[in-house]
């Protein structure tokens, strides 16, 4: 079994930055890939950015070039840098993690919203 818990969400101004925080706890060293998704108000849940074993990263097209992901295999931690925020980038994101042998887990979430 893997924990995750989210931190860093909040409110903040369209144009700012927030870094979203996840530590994994448990049986942390079976995680092969880390990565945040996000879920608006009536929309479904959507990747944001993910990150493997290997340092392989995949970021959505619709924050490409606003956000950042790493991830410190050491301390099982993944963080998200979101810069010039906007008001669409509202939602609920979560801290998701995949064991190698496939279970997935996720966080509780942290909400994020952006004020126009």
């Known amino acids: 079994q893997v924990q995750l818990v989210e931190s860093g969400g909040g409110l903040v101004q369209a144009g700012g930055s927030l870094r979203l925080s996840c530590a994994a706890s448990g049986s942390s060293f079976s995680i092969s890939a880390m990565a945040w998704f996000r879920q608006a108000p009536g929309k479904q849940r959507e990747l944001v950015a993910i990150i493997s074993s290997g340092g392989g990263i995949n970021v959505a097209d619709s924050v490409k070039g606003r956000i950042a992901i790493s991830r410190d295999y050491a301390k099982n931690t993944v963080d998200l840098q979101m810069n010039s925020l906007k008001p669409d980038d509202t939602a609920v994101y979560y801290c998701?993690?995949?064991?190698?042998?496939?279970?997935?887990?996720w966080g509780h979430g942290t909400q994020v919203t952006v004020s126009s």
């Open positions: 998701y993690a995949a064991e190698i042998s496939g279970p997935v887990y």
